[in-house]
Every structure is written in C-alpha cells, then in structure tokens.
C-alpha cells in the first residue's frame, strides 16, 4: 500500500458536519438493533396469536380466574397520538436550531421534554390499570411486553429530551445543531414503534 | 506495550479527595460497587417481594430476587467503572474537557490505564486480548472437566447435573469467547490503525461494549452456586423456564453481552464506513476490515432477537409470563426461532473475521497479490447474506413447519458456494508463492484442512434426512468444533502471532508459537475425528455416561484433548515469556503493505501524527512503485 502524507491544518478538530455526519450514521446503526427488537416482539405477538396454543391466546373464564379481556387499542392509539405530537414538537425546536432561533429551539425542546413526559406517566397508567395479570394467556405476556417495550421508549425519551432541553437552554446548540438532529431520527423512531406497538394491539 | 510516558496525572501535593470523579474511578470502584449494589439490590428484593400466592405477579420469587440481584450488580459495576458519566454529563450540558477527554483516551496513565474506562482503542484492544485469554481458559478448563468425565464408558466422576451444567457452560462461554476472539482484540487494536485513523469512531462506546463484557462474567460464573446451566449452550424453553436460578445467570450474561456486541458493531462499522483514510476507497481497504464489518454488521440484527429471547425466558421464570409454556399460550417453537436465527449467523460472526485475518496474511507470506479480491468480497457478502435464512436447518427434528425443510435445506447447501469462493481465494493466493513458513501461514493450511472438513460435515447434517439419523450426536458437536475451533480459533491464534509485535512491540517467541501450533493441531484433529465416528456410531451429545462400544473412540478423543490443552498452555506461556522477555520487535517485521505497519512501536496515542493519504492497494507485492 503506498502512502503519502499530508499535514492537515488542524488534524485534531474535525468539523462539526463531519462529526455529525459520524454520530448519525452510528445512531441509525443503533437503531437497526432497536428496531430489530421491536419487529421481534411484534413477530412474538402475531405468532403466538396464530399458533392460540390450546385456545390460550385469550384464556375463557375459569373457576380460578376470570376470562382474559383484551384492552382497546384506542388507549395505545393515543399514545402513538402522544409520541407523534411530541416529535412535533422536536421538530419545532429543530427549525428553531437551523434559523439560529434560540429562544424558538428552547421552547420546543421543552415542549418535546413534556409531551414526552406525559406519555410516559400516560404508558405506566395503562399497564396498571389493564384488567389482567401477565400471566392470564398468551395476549397478556405479549401486551405487557409491547406496553413494557414503549414505556422503555418513552423513558429513554424523557432522558434524551430532558438533555436536548437542557443544552438548549445553556445555548449549546448555538454552534451546531447535529445533537438535535440525531435526537430528531430517536424522536421519529420512537413514534413508529408506538404506531406499530398500536397496530398488533389493534389484532386480538 | 507502552504507549505513552508513565508520570502522575495529578500535581504533586495534591490529596486524592481532589481529584475530580472520573480519576477515581477504576475495575476496582467498580467490582466494589457492583458488589455493593447487587447485595443492596437482594435485601430489598427479599423484603419487598412478595411470596408466591395466588394472584401474585412474582411467580418464582427466587428468580426474580436472583434476576433483580444481578440486576443490581450490573447498574453497580457499570456506575462505578464510570459508563455513566459521559451520559450524564451531556445530560447537564457539561461536555468532557479536552483534557478531560485525554484522560479518559489514557494519556500518561501508564498500566492504570488498562484497569479504567479508558477509551483508547488500543487499550481497548489489549483488554479484549487479555478477557479473551480468561474466557478462553476458564471454557478450556470447563472443556477438560467434561473430557476427563468422558474418559470412562458408564458415567465418570461428576454427578449427571454438574456434567450438565459444566457442558452448558463451556458452550456458552466458548461461544462468547470466539464471537469477541478476533474483533475483540485485534478489530479494535489493529482495525483504526488499518484504515488510517487516529481512533473509533466512539471512543466512549468503544470502553462501553468492553466493560459490558467484564460485567457479563460474573453473574455467569456465578450461575455455578445456584444450579448450573443445565439446559446446554442454547438454553431451549421449557427446559430453560424449569432449570434452577444459575439458568438467570445465563440471561442476564446473555442480555448484557448482546448489548456489547449491538454497541460495537454500531462502532466499528461506522468507524469503517466514514473513518477511512484519504484516498482508500473500497477497492484499496484490506481484506480484514471486510470480514470484521462483515462479522459486527451480521451481528448488529440478529443480537437483538437472543436479547428478546432471554427477556422472555426471564419474565416466564420471574413473573409467570408464558410465551413459551404451552399450558398459557405460549411455544416452545417460538424461542427455537428466536434462538436460531440468531444462532446460526453467529456462525459466521466467528468465522468469517478469522478467515479474513488469514486471508491478510496470506499475501504477505507468500509476497503475491490477494488472489481474485472481488471473489473473497463476494464470499463475504454471500455468506453474510444467505446466513440469516438458514436458522430452520437446526429444527428439522423438533416437528417446526416440516414443508419448509427443503427450502432450508437448500439455503444451507448453498452457503458452501460462497464458501468455496473463500477457499479459492486462499488457495489461489497459495499457489506458486514463495512462502515464508511462520506459525501464521501454517495456520492458512491448518485452516483450510479444518474448515474443509467442518464445511463438508455441514453439508451432511444440512441435508434432512441424514440430519434425522445425526441430529443429537457427538457428529454434530464434532462438526461444529472443527467450525468454531479447527478454522475459527485457527485464524485468532495465528491472528495473535501476526500482530503481537504491533501490540505489545515484541516478537512472539517463533519456537513456542509452532510448538504450541502442532500439540494444537494434531491433538484437535486425533479428537474430533474420534468424535465423528462415536457420533456416526450413535453416541448422543450431552450425556455424562456411554454404551461400552464407544469408550475406544471417547479413550482417543480425551487424550487427545490433553494435547489441545498442553499445546494451548505453551501458546498462554509464550504470550507471557514474549510480551515480557521477547526480542524487540521492529516496526515491521513481516515486512507488510497495509497501514497498521507503517506506525512506530510502541504505536502512538492518537496512531498517526499526520493522517495517510492511500494511493494504492494493499496487496501490491512484487509490483514496482508499489
């Protein structure tokens, strides 16, 4: 291999769009295992759901227990709704970023940080209000680890919006913005697993 | 190896309470920590939990107080080896310093260095080549336990429980191992300075997926006081939801190394795809690059699915979920899939970064070209692709979807096309050239032998008729070792050879490297091939004792596994006598192209002082102005 070498002006600082370049590519990358996860769990959903092994994907009433009812989507749906807005928001923050808008940026990093918020604590509801333990059939494991799976989305959420707010506010993103942006490509993959989370729920 | 000058960080006078947080923390803080947590984590579990009644949502609360114990150890260990500072200080708007920044790269921390979060590759790389020895020694060691119970027909000394749990160790710890053996090491070590980079693209993920690993063994290891892992490597439900709790210490193993292994391939490729020097476009990468893209990429999908795996496994053992109990709706089917289609691409993941290492090296050994780069680009690509639709071919017997055997069937056979390509790639680059003959070249044949008959063995149990007979037998335990073993281990021992003079900036003792070579050599072939033909004469794998009519065969393979062991003891020697005794190694020994060469020893922190400009492929021997 023959080389030549030539000294960089400044080899030891890249420019910002070629460490955000960097950064994107490896959080997509993360996100390839993620989805792969959550495509997984909707494999187990519609699998056990058509195998119904000896009719226990929704167990009938018993006499030690009641029948398993599955829970509306409509509660799941909303969620989705709530992700959808929250990137929304994001996204407001983020044209916020690009016009160099600070105080437009900080505010939609707050509004993201609290819608994220409210599906959080809107996800744990649900799961402690459905009708049924995890251990009621096939659907109950499957709809506790959907609804598990989210709520892990949305707290993760919260820790990254929580950040992005924060950096706003300290004007850190005054400079460049490719924090923002990668939190945007979380933001949108966050509300597509809430939608397809939403969708196996709609089949019971 | 040393990189960098050994002085104190702090000014002299200055007290240790001082000294900012991310200097405190080390192995130490973290082992403490972790400890700490873990026992802190199990009170409150005993206390709070409530016992097993009806209506409970704790199912088996042994379980989940072991599962949420271990669970403890891993926040613990991780807080105190300091994975969470950089999170959280993005977090606070705080970003780390460049001296800070230096300080977390190892900068004048000496052997210090090696016991923190340090994200330096190259001490990354040093710690994967140390972990990797452990692993390997405690799965070898596992290894001879189950060879000396073998030694006699009618069960040997270990009770039928322990046999198992120490055969479902070994599997899953030597199938860790070999996953990290090569892009553990020498992927990150040799991989950035290669490409002509001054580090990953990720430091921090770098020291991430690492100390995820370190994490991992303990609840691992300890499996061993609560049961064991009886269930073997792959841990099928049921069996898995009805083993004792040492079946949590695999989960939790398991989940804590897929997310090390999502990490780095996320970190590697991207530090490939976006890092490479000037000028080095696709044509003019190395080969090793390709398979260890290839080995993190393939891995990158399929890790999450095993994850999904053992988190059912563990919420159908902790809290009564029944994804794979059949009285709840649930399958056993289900996990097999999951398993598998993890299960058989990690194959490859193994395989395919040993067979490019040796692919590197050929062309310097031999000074001729890399025959036909394009066909083992090829290769790789066909193997990485037609490796995740043939998970089924491991199901054949279990009643799953019989109409789509042929199908798999036929994905599997023609896997043995690309493969092919691999061999012809080695075998053309082989032909006619002047060989050096080291250790590492030895390997290439060594390989070739291995990996033909592990390959052709594959196609016999890929085929479902003769899978029916074999399944279940020592034939497939032999196949898959003459895979994983005979070419995967193969490739990483003369890996460790070739690149240890980079590494530590010694030559590896040449008189050790072949001894320990052909005690390796002949002991796995004299084994296995016992192996085989007990296996094709109907013993079944897993099982402590035997019929008489095959103790002939099991006699052989035992003693000769004390020649694996011995040759593998002379290999552990010789990397300690040359990393602290060895001749001086020269910048570059083996007189090679790539860029990894052209880096002084010891390799400084940031590899290059000025970064390369590539203007030509790495295989350019006997060509002039090359």
Redesign the interface.
Known sequence: MSVETHALANPHHEHPDVVGSRNRLGAILILVADITFALGVLFVYFYLKGQNVNGMWLPAASDSQSATTPVSSSGAWALALVAAIGLLAHRFALMGARAKNQAQLALGSLLALLISLVGLIYQGMQISSASFTVTMGAYASCYYLIAGLNFMHFAFTVFISLGNWNRSRLGLYSADHWHVTIVEIWWVWMTLSSVLGAFALSFT | MTTVLDHPTSAPGNSAMKRPLIERLNVFTAFGLGIISAIVFWYLARTFLPENTE?S?I?TRLDAVTIIAMLGWFFGFMTGIGALIG?FR????K?LDHDESMFYAGKDQGIKRYFRYTTDHKVVGIQYLVITIIIFFVGGTLAMLIRMNLGHAGGGWLQPQTYNAIVGTHGIVMIVGTIIMITGPFGNFIMPIMIGA?DM??PR?NALSFWLIVAAIPPMLSSFFFGGISTGWSAYAPLASQAPPGMDGYIMFIVIFAIST??A???I??TV???RAKGMTWN?TPIFIYGVVASVALA??????F??SQ??SA?DRA?????YD??????GW?YE??FWIMGHPEVYVILIPAVAALMEMAPVFTRRPLFSFNTAIMGIAGISGLSILVWAHHMYVTGWAPLLNGPFMLTTELISIPTGMLFLVLIGTLWRGRLWMTMPTASIYALLWNFMIGGITGIYLSDVPVDGALHGSMFVTAHFHYTLMGAGLTGALASLVFWFPKMTGRMFDRRLSWIAFWLVQIGFNVAFIGMFLVGLAGQPRRVDAYAALFNQGNSVTTMAAYSIMAGMLVLLYGVISSWTNGAIAPMNPWFA???DW?VPNPVPL?N???????????Y?YGKA??
Not at chain 2, 319 to 323: E, H
Not at chain 2, 608 to 618: A, G, H, I, M, R
């Open positions: 209506g949502f199912k999170p993005w977090l606070l708007g970003d001054r693209a990720f993920l999502m990490v391939g996320a970190n490729t991207t795809v976006k890092m003019r990158l999908p399929v890790f999450p699915l994850f999904l988190v059912m919420m809290v009564g979920s029944t994804f059949v009285r709840g709706g649930g399958s289900l899939n999951l192209k790539t860029l052209t940031e290059f002082e000025v970064l390369p400009v590539v203007t030509s492929d790495p350019g102005q090359s």
